[in-house]
């Protein structure tokens, strides 16, 4: 087991990580070997999880955060959880809604074509969202032949986990940013414009002054 601050002031938190090891020989003669039998376990956090902003809808990032502290432990469940949050991404972030993900996933790729898909849509992510509906579809459908078995494993899920947060970055926090930086630039110029106006009228205050004064 280690435990491994984090060297950033502002962070300040401790990583706990935890290794299962076995024994086995004859200590009294030297004969001892440690073997590594299990994966690391991640005690804290328990997950690499990546708090989200508000601004993205709850549901969206509840099924993400869950992706990401099940996806050692059944990356199979994950990924079909990460195939939920792309689709609910697709239904809040650009407003199309239909009974399956594959006809959601056609109508946006058919909205970027004709140029009207909001910013940050682009067809190598819709290329990779229709990629990890086939994956996401093995943890959600059973395969005709009950013999035939999928598996997806920790890496795989942490691969679409991480397609989630490039998209979160590009499509919701992008448009947070931009909204906010023109929003700034609004209020620059309404204050300049207020400023401006205000100086107009104490310069036609002064003007008149004197003229009140000579009658």
């Not at 994956?135 to 395969?143: D, F, S, V």
Request: proline share 4%; aromatic share 6%; with cysteine.
């Amino acid at each position: 087991m280690q435990a491994v601050g984090c060297s950033n002031s502002e962070c300040d938190r401790i990583t706990v990580e935890a290794w299962l090891n076995q024994n086995y020989g004859y200590p009294s003669y030297g004969l001892v070997s440690h073997g590594l039998i299990g994966s690391k376990i991640s005690i804290q956090p328990r997950s690499n999880v990546k708090y989200q902003p508000d601004y993205i809808p709850a549901p969206i990032r509840e099924d993400y955060i869950e992706a990401c502290l099940i996806r050692n432990d059944s990356p199979k469940a994950a990924a079909t959880l990460v195939r939920r949050c792309l689709q609910g991404m697709i239904r809040d972030f650009t407003g199309i809604t239909k009974s399956r993900l594959i006809d959601e996933i056609g109508a946006l790729r058919s909205s970027l074509d004709d140029g009207k898909a909001p910013d940050g849509v682009t067809h190598d992510s819709l290329e990779a969202i229709d990629a990890v509906r086939g994956i996401g579809n093995i943890g959600a459908h059973m395969e005709k032949d009950i013999n035939l078995i999928v598996d997806v494993d920790p890496d795989e899920a942490q691969a679409l986990i991480e397609l989630v947060e490039m998209l979160f970055e590009e499509w919701y926090i992008a448009r947070h940013k931009r909204q906010m930086r023109l929003a700034g630039i609004a209020a620059m110029a309404a204050s300049k414009k207020n400023d401006l106006a205000e100086q107009k009228l104490a310069a036609a205050a002064s003007t008149a002054a004197p003229e009140e004064g000579a009658s």
